[in-house]
Nanobody, 123 residues
Framework: VQLQACGGGLVQAGGSLRLACAAS????????MGWFRQAPAKEREFVAA????????VYADSVKGRFTISRDNTKNTLYLQLNSLRPEDTAAYYC?????????????????WGQGTQVTVSS
């Protein structure tokens, strides 16, 4: 599975972005997917995850109520809507595919990773 993330950019605080992660090589419709982020000099952290059918989601407390994860299995694509962005959201955002249908906060539960897309929020 190859994952291609896009949609990052430079935005002012309070603004919005929509990230997309397109999977190729095989269908990911049977697997949970997630978004993680990594800021400079910091460890990679969990952002959000969704189960295989898209009906169940989980979010990090820091983004709950501002970010929305979704997926379109007909397009083999994962999304992350980022609203009310803050400077502390600045990071490279990575999408990932799990090896099971459920969703997890633990990055060790994920088998495939995208290359990352940069989100920069100015104050």
């Amino acid at each position: 599975v190859q994952l291609q993330a896009c949609g990052g950019g430079l935005v002012q605080a309070g603004g919005s972005l929509r990230l997309a992660c397109a999977a190729s090589g095989r269908s990911v419709s049977n697997y949970g997917m997630g978004w993680f982020r990594q800021a400079p000099a910091k460890e990679r952290e969990f952002v959000a995850a969704i189960n295989s059918n898209g009906y169940s989601t989980v979010y990090a407390d820091s983004v709950k109520g501002r970010f929305t994860i979704s997926r379109d299995n007909t397009k083999n694509t994962l999304y992350l809507q980022l609203n009310s962005l803050r400077p502390e959201d600045t990071a490279a955002y990575y999408c990932a595919v799990s090896y099971v249908s459920s969703y997890y906060r633990d990055p060790l539960r994920y088998s495939y990773w995208g290359q990352g897309t940069q989100v920069t929020v100015s104050s």
